[in-house]
């Protein structure tokens, strides 16, 4: 039982640490997050810090991964909740990105700085966004084989994809439109492609996005 206890203990540490990193970097971002500010937020010591993870290097991989888990459990949550057709779905997939202000939008352009430095953060997000665009391409498919129309789905997929990609990253750096303008934007592409009529779906999904729950909860912003 006391082994049991021990390794509870040890999980709920590493999970402190992990979310006072990812604090740390969006306050001071990548380079100037140090084992100090990290154990300035979690309000644990540097030596449990140097306990549980090798260095301020390995706890970002640790906190990349807890990230991005967090966006995945999202992202599964709002489609398996859309209860409407191939269309539907689809385009609740590419609203994920613009439904919820969780603090730290602006925390992910830290990460892409880090990626440039870290081989095996530039793999995690390599193998994120494959995985999200050929998501995405399984939907286009299926809504183009409802429709009887032939397209192009893998390039498809790639204009989506950079679309929604750079609408977040420009909306983070400008902050001169809204979640709802990308919204928008994004129905209006679809419904473009697809023949279909923007004003009959709404902007927002018709199930309530307080319900999700994750296994990698984010911490609140301060």
């Known amino acids: 039982m006391k082994s049991v206890a021990k390794r509870q203990i040890k999980e709920i540490r590493k999970e402190e640490l992990i979310v006072a990193t990812l604090r740390s ?31 301020k290097e390995d706890l970002l991989i640790f906190a990349t991964r807890y990230y991005w888990r967090n966006v995945d459990d999202f992202f599964r949550h709002v489609v398996a909740s859309t209860k409407g057709g191939h269309f539907e779905k689809l385009l609740h997939a590419v609203y994920v990105t613009f439904l919820r202000d969780t603090g730290y939008d602006r925390m992910m352009v830290h990460y892409y700085s880090a990626a440039c430095l870290m081989p095996a953060i530039l793999e995690m997000h390599r193998d994120m966004w494959a995985r999200y665009r050929k998501s995405i391409e399984r939907r286009i498919a299926a809504v183009a084989r409802e429709k ?29 439109y809204s979640r709802e303008d990308c919204r928008n934007i994004l129905r209006k592409w679809l419904c473009d492609q697809f023949g279909e009529d923007p004003d009959s779906f709404p902007l927002m999904p018709d199930f309530d996005l307080n319900d999700f729950e994750t296994t990698a909860p984010l911490p609140a912003p301060e």
């Open 25 to 55: 970097i969006r306050k001071h971002g990548y380079v100037n997050s140090t084992i100090n500010t990290i154990a300035e937020e979690s309000g644990l010591s540097r030596g449990l810090i140097n306990h549980y993870f090798e260095s």
């Open 148 to 176: 009887d129309m032939t397209i192009d789905t893998r390039l498809a997929a790639i204009t989506l994809t950079q679309l929604v990609d750079g609408l977040w990253l420009a909306g983070v750096m400008e902050e001169s």
